[in-house]
């Protein structure tokens, strides 16, 4: 496989993948919407089991309903669209690392095609089993969370609590050949 021709380009937008909790009110096209899906789609996972089921939502009344479950996620209401994550709910483990590299996917592309997407967990059990009530996700299956979609206004954190943004530095993640 060749080198990209313009692969520190794609590098570069790779690292600018950060968590977009503002979106500015235009819609995501649905050819957009599709292309989006596509690449949650074709992502791996553990032994090609394919454990999800994808929902889009654009409904701005399913959109508030899931901003509400709890306040640091409210930001979700600003959002065009959101991809909640639907997990069959068999293996739990192998699942969430599966639901990571689908959000991750997402995260990338959305970024590549002009978007930006946000991460909003539903939080505990009591507020996961409300988000299925919202979405009529069966109980059975395992949903915690969706990846907020949209056109950026801002990356700024929106919230009373900001997060602090910024990496820790490779001298101190990473070791050689052994840890330490
Ligand atoms: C597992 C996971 C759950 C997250 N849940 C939320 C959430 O519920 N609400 C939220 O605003 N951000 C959430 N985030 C986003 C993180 O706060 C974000 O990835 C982190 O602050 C880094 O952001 P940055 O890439 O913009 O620097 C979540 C991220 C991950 C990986």
Redesign the pocket.
């Given at each position: 496989m060749a080198r990209l021709a313009n692969a520190d380009q794609v590098v570069t937008e790779i690292n600018k993948?950060?968590?977009?909790?503002q979106y500015k009110p235009d819609a995501v096209p649905d050819d957009i919407i599709t292309q989006l899906l596509e690449i949650a789609r074709w992502t791996g996972s553990s032994r090609n089991t394919q454990p999800w089921h994808f929902i889009a939502i654009t409904d701005k009344d399913q959109l508030s309903k899931i901003s509400q479950l709890?306040t640091?996620?409210n930001?979700v209401a600003g959002a065009p669209l959101a991809i909640a994550i639907v997990l069959n709910g068999e293996s739990l483990s192998s699942e969430a690392y599966d639901e990571?590299r689908v959000?991750e996917r997402l995260m990338i592309g959305a970024r590549i095609l002009g978007l930006g997407g946000?991460?909003?967990?539903f939080?505990d059990d009591e507020q996961q089993a409300e988000a299925k009530r919202i979405l009529n996700i069966p109980q059975e299956r395992m949903a915690r969370?969706v990846v907020a979609l949209g056109y950026p206004k801002t990356?700024k954190?929106p919230?009373p609590n900001p997060?602090?943004?910024?990496?820790h530095p490779l001298e101190e993640i990473v070791s050689y050949d052994r840890m330490g």
């Open positions: 993948v950060r968590q977009v909790r709890r640091p996620i930001w990571g959000t946000g991460i909003a967990f939080g969370s990356i954190d919230r997060v602090q943004g910024g990496r």
